[in-house]
Each structure stands twice: as structure tokens, then as C-alpha cells.
């Protein structure tokens, strides 16, 4: 019996796991991510450099910057619960992080507020790891101190919702396959 040569060229099997392609989307998501985080920590430094604690600038002024640490969550909840908060901070980045490179969303608001949040995630991240608090340093009447981290997580989260109010974007005609029939 003679057996037939198995081509070795023609592959049947279909690899359970493909690997992801890095899309140039991808690539300003993570940059505006990083200008985030960059922009949070130069800000914070500066304060931590500048400023003692508990001191402000320019006192006279209603919206000022001070130096203030916090060693909980939002609006100083859960002071104390610092390798909490880590964990958290550090489970909600990567879960950020995850979804906005799966995503197959091309809106650029959504990616925005994902990309925003993510920076602002890290950027808070770095300062509990490394510190055990964060540095709040912009103050308004009545409010609590923020820092850039603080904002950038706000802002972006009212950009998912305003995204997710909106609905999907619709796609043009001119995106649709030119092998579409008339």
C-alpha cells in the first residue's frame, strides 16, 4: 500500500489562541494614558517640593493649591485601607486596561474616557504603592482637595456615560465592504 506524501505546508488546525494585533487606536490610548500618569506625578512632585504640608498658594485667592495627603479613597472614605486600595486600584487598571485594547468600539469618546481613567488609575496607583497616600493639592471653596488623577478619572467617566447615553456610533456607508451588493 502505498500512502499518499501529507502536504506539510497545508495546516488544518485552527490554534485555539490568536494573538492580539497592536492597532495604531491602541497606540493613542496608551499614550494619552501615559500623559496622564506623567502629568499627575510631575504635579505632585512639584507640591511635595514646594509646598509644606498643610500650607497653601496664593492663600487670598479661592481656588488655591495646598498640600494635603490622603490615605483612603474619594472625599477621604476609607482611611487606612491602603493595601486594599491597591489592590483594587491595581485590579481596576489592568480591567480598564483590558477592555479598552479588546475593545472593537473605534469611538474615539469612549477611548478617550477609558484612556483618561486608566492615567488617572495608575496615577494614584503609584502614589499609594510608593507612599501609602496620595498628594490632594487643588482646593475650591466647601470641596475636598483633587489632584490631576482625581480629574482625569471624573472626566473620564463622564465621557463613558455620555457614550453609553448616546448609544453606538453609526458606521458611514462608505465603511461597508465594496463587495456589498447595490
Known amino acids: 500500500m502505498d500512502e499518499a506524501p501529507v502536504s506539510e505546508t497545508k495546516r488544518t488546525a485552527v490554534t485555539p ?15 494619552l494614558a501615559a500623559a496622564v500618569v ?13 509646598l509644606a504640608y498643610g500650607d497653601s498658594w496664593p492663600s487670598s485667592w479661592p481656588v488655591h493649591f495646598v498640600h494635603y495627603t490622603n490615605n483612603g479613597a474619594a472625599f477621604s472614605t476609607l482611611q ?10 491595581l485590579l481596576g487598571a489592568t480591567g480598564i486596561l483590558i477592555y479598552a485594547l479588546k475593545s472593537r468600539s473605534g469611538d474615539p469618546w469612549l477611548l478617550a474616557g477609558l484612556s483618561l481613567m486608566l492615567g488617572g488609575a495608575v496615577g494614584n496607583l503609584i502614589d499609594r504603592a510608593f507612599n501609602g497616600e496620595v498628594v490632594d493639592f ?3 471653596p466647601r470641596f475636598p482637595a483633587f489632584n490631576v488623577a482625581d480629574s482625569c478619572i471624573t472626566v473620564g467617566a463622564l465621557l463613558l456615560l455620555f457614550t453609553f447615553a448616546r448609544g453606538p ?5 462608505t465603511e461597508m465592504s465594496a463587495e456589498a451588493p447595490d
Open 138 to 140: 487643588i482646593h475650591f
Open 169 to 173: 456610533v453609526r458606521r458611514d456607508d
Open 38 to 50: 506623567f502629568l499627575d506625578q510631575s504635579t505632585k512632585w512639584l507640591i511635595r517640593h514646594t
Open 17 to 31: 489562541y490568536q494573538r492580539p494585533r497592536f492597532r495604531a487606536r491602541d497606540g493613542w490610548v496608551l499614550a
Open 80 to 89: 487606612g485601607s491602603g493595601p486594599i486600595l491597591v489592590v483594587a486600584s
